[in-house]
């Protein structure tokens, strides 16, 4: 890359392009920001997930459409299962049944809404794991700001769709798991 006289210093092409990136709210160049893993991890028993916002996920207005918080909390509890150790694809294979989990109730409260570029974290934990159903609380920040705060409750299905018992083994990952995965 060719470099620019910039007064005393030289400065490549990539450092002028630096100079043009756009700041967040904070003033820091968007490549700044810091990295999380790509299937969150398990905080104090709760499995925390960190996206950003993209140009596809907001309205005319800027705001995140209502609808993708669905597509955040979707992706966070894939990612949750899979940091348990748990493989849907999997469970769906195994034994003469299968099992699958399917959404069977959601609540949610918007509190805030979040905007293009915004890096919100979606925190899911496991308030209640046995018999044929689940119940996950899930909450979306940005930073301290509370945003959704929603509950979900998951039906234990076989192949067919219809209801069945979630193993013990797999309850005690979703209850305990996530406890022994934070204290390490």
């Known amino acids: 890359m060719t470099a620019i006289s910039m007064g005393n210093r030289a400065e490549t092409g990539f450092d002028l392009l630096r100079l043009l990136e756009p700041k967040n709210k904070r003033g820091l160049h968007v490549s700044e920001t810091k990295y999380f893993p790509l299937s969150g991890e398990i905080i104090e028993g709760a499995h925390h997930l960190t996206q950003r916002v993209y140009y596809e996920d907001t309205d005319f207005s800027g705001a995140v459409y209502h609808a993708r918080y669905l597509h955040f909390m979707e992706r966070a509890r894939t990612d949750y299962l899979r940091c348990l150790g748990v493989e849907q694809s999997a469970l769906f294979e195994a034994s003469d049944e299968g099992l699958a989990f399917m959404v069977h109730r959601m609540e949610i409260d918007f509190k805030a809404p979040a905007r293009m570029d915004d890096v919100i974290t979606v925190v899911t934990r496991t308030g209640k794991a ?44 979703f209850l305990a798991k996530g406890q022994e995965n934070s204290a390490k």
């Open 130 to 173: 046995g018999g044929a159903k689940m119940i996950l609380e899930q909450t979306i920040s940005r930073g301290t700001q509370l945003l959704i705060d929603a509950k979900v409750i998951i039906a234990v299905v076989n192949r067919q769709g219809r209801p069945r018992r979630l193993p013990e083994q797999l309850a005690y990952q």
